[in-house]
Nanobody, 127 residues
């Protein structure tokens, strides 16, 4: 019933910027908490950023604070991850995910709490 499609991944130079959109198909998108996760080569998948369906609670991985910004446009059924000052260690497959049963002010940081996942988009940051 819910489909998520990430895009925007590409090769980018260190210090550059990139915005990743994730478009959702569900009509109840406005009540989904949304998260971004990433998985680098040979690494475990990790939480990057999340936003509650109310928009009132936002959470970030410490290493991306001040560089990445998550936002949502409910009218467009889209969540965005704006990535600035990219570093080689940001290289990963980035996934968007939807938590369809979250309460208004909740942002889950554990991957198993998200019910729907996109296919991932590769972001590669060169030195």
């Amino acid at each position: 019933q819910v489909q998520l499609v990430e895009s925007g991944g590409r090769l980018v130079q260190a210090g550059g910027s990139r915005r990743l959109p994730c478009a959702a198909s569900g009509r109840t998108f406005s009540r989904y908490a949304m998260g971004w996760f990433r998985q680098g080569p040979g690494k475990e998948r990790e939480f990057v950023a999340g936003i509650s369906w109310s928009g009132g609670k936002i959470s970030y991985l410490d290493s991306v604070k001040g560089r990445f910004t998550i936002s949502r446009d409910n009218a467009k059924n889209t969540v965005y991850l704006q990535m600035n000052s990219l570093k080689p260690e940001d290289t990963a497959v980035y996934y968007c995910a939807a938590d369809a049963d979250a309460r208004p002010m909740i942002v889950a940081v554990r991957s198993y709490e998200y019910e729907y996942w996109g296919q991932g988009t590769q972001v590669t940051v060169s030195s």
